[in-house]
């Protein structure tokens, strides 16, 4: 039985290893190339460690963590069907009760109501504008965003 449990882990660690080819918009520091999906959660999960003390509320922090290494990165609400049926096949992978508590913490994230919800959401919008102060707003300028926009989006 233990051994069924071990084999399920090890699938969702492969499965999830996708992630890494996952790009995105935002440029690396060295304004020369973009983050992956993979490098975005490692950074936020790190920044949340160091950065928590700032919340709002005291928040669990290895919760908010856990949130942002397996929250689907680039959600819209027109794709929230794709997005469930996702979450629930990768999420399905896993024994059942990491299963639920995997499917759990992302439902939290995406309802983003809870303190360690609002945290992980804003430091999933902070982490890219960081970036991209640091980049000059390179890939804000290649993509016509002005600052008015993302302060909008950020409220």
């Known amino acids: 039985m233990e051994n069924e449990r071990l084999k399920k882990q ?20 060295d304004a020369q190339t973009k983050e992956n999906d ?13 950065l928590s003390e700032y919340a709002n509320e005291k928040i669990d922090v290895l919760k908010t963590v856990t949130m942002l290494l397996i929250h689907d990165k680039e959600g819209k609400k027109t794709q929230r069907e794709r997005e469930v049926k996702a979450a629930d096949r990768i999420f399905g992978i896993l024994p059942d009760d990491q299963r639920d508590n995997f499917r759990n913490l992302w439902e939290e994230f995406e309802k983003g109501e809870t303190t360690e919800a609002k945290f992980a959401h804003t430091m999933d919008n902070f982490q890219p504008a960081m970036l991209n102060d640091l980049t000059e707003g390179k890939s804000w300028v290649e993509k016509g965003v002005h600052l008015s926009q993302i302060l909008e989006r950020n409220k």
């Open 38 to 50: 993979a490098e975005h959660a490692w950074h936020m999960a790190v920044m949340t460690v160091l």
């Open 10 to 29: 090890l699938e969702f660690c492969r499965e999830i290893d996708k992630e890494k080819f996952i790009g995105r918009q935002t440029y690396k520091s």
